[in-house]
């Protein structure tokens, strides 16, 4: 199945949640950073759009919530802004996840 307009089998959903995580690109690390990208729910379409790609090429394991509809209904709750989370790891990496995405937004 394709999420947000990105190739078919890129994302499997995260049982239990409202997530689909990269599946062909391993969580590198358990320790380290998590960076969450947030968005407000009339551009989390063109987010996804921009963001996801980049993160796929650069390797980087994430996890998105699968919808838009289920972001709007997230962003109800204390989970709210968490639309894309990524898993850098050290710090280093985290920097260049930020200097690689925030031109993007």
């Not at 358990?30 to 980049?54: N, Q």
């Not at 997230?74 to 690689?100: C, E, H, S």
Request: include cysteine.
């Amino acid at each position: 199945m394709s999420y947000w307009s990105q190739p078919p089998d890129e994302y499997e959903p995260v049982p239990g949640t409202i997530f689909v995580e990269s599946k062909n690109i391993p969580l590198r690390s358990l320790v380290g950073f998590k960076i969450h990208i947030s968005v407000d729910p009339i551009d989390v379409r063109r987010c996804a759009e921009l963001v996801l790609p980049t993160l796929r090429l650069t390797y980087l394991h994430h996890k998105v919530v699968g919808d838009d509809e289920r972001y709007r209904r997230m962003n109800k709750t204390d989970q709210r802004g968490k639309f894309i989370t990524v898993y850098p790891g050290p710090a280093v990496f985290a920097q260049r996840v930020l200097d690689w995405i925030d031109p993007l937004l």
